[in-house]
């Protein structure tokens, strides 16, 4: 067996989970996380030439169009994962460099992003986001892995699927009913399947996860989340449930190496609360904090079907709480480190709420004009942070339908929604993943990504044209993702070689890479660079788009080319940390640093305008910026 094929069949869990009577389960961070073998570093020179740029033919677009983000100077990290983990706060359960769009979150909708401050010096408001590295120097050359056995001796995998009901728009009077009984059936789905990876042998073969369990279950997803969203339409704009039918198989739940031990129903505190407090005595420590995001009530999961006549106000109210909770998010970025401990709360807190106070009234007035005037919903305006306890986001009871799937995911059943009246809203049908633990310690480590993370010294990001076409324009709110963070649980089919040495980008290794003197150490991903024509998105984040032939360059039959995003990433990363074997890339627990797990996200909030220059400098084959 190859070292790489073994790498990514061996893979350590370096998390602690708690699993108490009626509450969720919480991964908590690590102290030590077991380094990646050195078996998996390679030096560049044994690489061999593998990349292949097809030769431009003359009906091709040779040009690049280049955008400077930034190296995430504004210290934009997070958990989340936006793109493939929608609604999941901290999913991902590694750090993040954000670059671009500065308000995004876990919970950003589209129309939420086309506001925000942006860090492309172009104004490109996209957002671009890949694992940090980081340098561990408690390296071992010990190969600590795992194996599926190992994952099974830590307890079954648990599912968690993106929330629905705190997507969708103001649920009519009329559909409600329906709109529950779909609710009901996708926390049905959601129990069947945590009770298949509970009654599984192997719960970690790739096959089981991909087949038998997220598979089937993004199927059954999508169909229901069609049924939602086409009665909805019938009496109001149809949303695009798609992005919301994939779910994910969450390992390090048992009791693998690097954890605290100790027990709690709820996420660990916010890593930045001390941070803030901090920075008055190290300015210079500040720009390295995770950036905290807004945690807010549920609105939607307390509105109990709304009149026909109220639909379009109350929406566009609620799209402005949610740019509401976008604008604050961006403040946390922009104002880091300014003001003492009380800033966040005067300065963004204390404003939100008033906003909210005043857009919730403007709901509540809508609805009394043509129905029952909801009662209390100002109760719902005051919001905090993440996981610290203030504003808590009960969403109705939003993890509803669960109790006695043996996760503890029943609790809460609608009975806090923070003091507003309702009756049975449709999030009280629905379910929400449990919490996970946010990034702590000035380090930002959690659940296995320990040591200090390692700013990039350059981030290149290109658009790039087609050798066989010219392109088209993505369409504004394309999501795409390259690589795959799991190939060990979800198997290698996505995974992409992106580790290459300054001066060698001739050639891509899927093994950490030690480099001569004076080269820096890069990841260069490539992202799919054709489109379906139709879709920003698909229920794998996937199928709507397709990788051009290696050869050739032309795109799948019907797909159309776009502009090819190219991201490399460079670090100064000193060649005697890289022979000892002690840079490593942030990941999920179970895959243990494995650099096969490299990947990089992207969501295109460029304007028309924009996205047609880009368009004409690629096919006009210039290189522009």
Known sequence: MTDRRKFRLIASLSAVAVVAAGTAAVALAANNGDPAPLGAFVPIEQVGKNVVDP?????????????????????????????????????AQHVHDFVGNLSISAESTDESLLDSETTCRNGDRSSYFWPVVRINPKANPQDVGSNPDKVKENGPGEVACPGVAERLPAVPQRVRDEIIRNLQQLAQQLREANDRVSRAQNPADPNFVNNTVLGPLRDKRAATLDRIANALARSSRKPNL???????????????????????????KFAAEGVLQQA?????????????????????????????????????????????????????????????????????????????????DRIAIAIGRNGEKPQGLDRLAKCGLNDNGEGENNNGGNNNGNNGNGNGNGNNNGGNNNGATTTTPPAATTTAAPPLAAPTGKNLELV?????????????????????????????????????????????????????????????????????????????HDFPGCWDGQNADSAN???HVRFADKQTGACPQGFKAIPQLRISISYNISRDVQQKGQYQLDAFPEENHNPFSDHNDFANVNSDQTMAKIVKCVNDGRKCS
Not at 83 to 90: R, S, T
Not at 299 to 306: N, Q
């Open 55 to 91: 030769k431009v033919g003359k009906n091709g677009a040779a040009g690049v169009f280049t955008v400077d983000c930034g190296t995430n100077e504004q210290g934009k990290f997070s958990a989340d994962n936006p793109v493939a983990q929608p609604g999941l706060k901290h999913g």
């Open 242 to 268: 798609k992005p919301l039918a994939d779910c994910d198989l969450r390992w390090g739940h048992g009791h693998g190496g690097g954890g605290h031990g100790e027990h709690s129903s709820k996420p660990r």
């Open 280 to 360: 008055e005595q190290n300015n210079a420590e500040q720009n390295d904090a995770a950036t905290p995001t807004i945690k807010c009530p549920s609105v939607r999961g307390a509105l109990d079907g709304v009149p026909d006549q109220a639909l379009d106000e109350v929406d566009n109210n609620l799209d402005l709480l949610d740019k509401q909770i976008a604008e604050a998010n961006q403040r946390l970025v922009t104002t880091k480190g300014q003001g003492g401990a009380n800033f966040i709360d005067n300065a963004i807190l204390g404003p939100l709420k008033d906003k909210r106070v005043a857009t919730l």
């Open 448 to 524: 296995g990504n320990n040591g200090k993370i390692v700013r990039p010294a350059q981030v290149k990001i290109e658009y790039r044209g087609n050798a066989t076409s010219k392109v088209t324009g993505m369409p504004q709110f394309l999501k795409m993702v390259t690589g795959d963070a799991k190939p060990t649980s979800r198997g290698p089919a996505n995974a992409r070689a992106t580790w290459t040495c300054g001066g060698f980008e001739d050639r891509l290794s899927d093994k950490y890479v030690v480099c001569p003197n004076g080269s820096k150490v890069m990841r260069v």
């Open 541 to 543: 984040h996937r199928d």
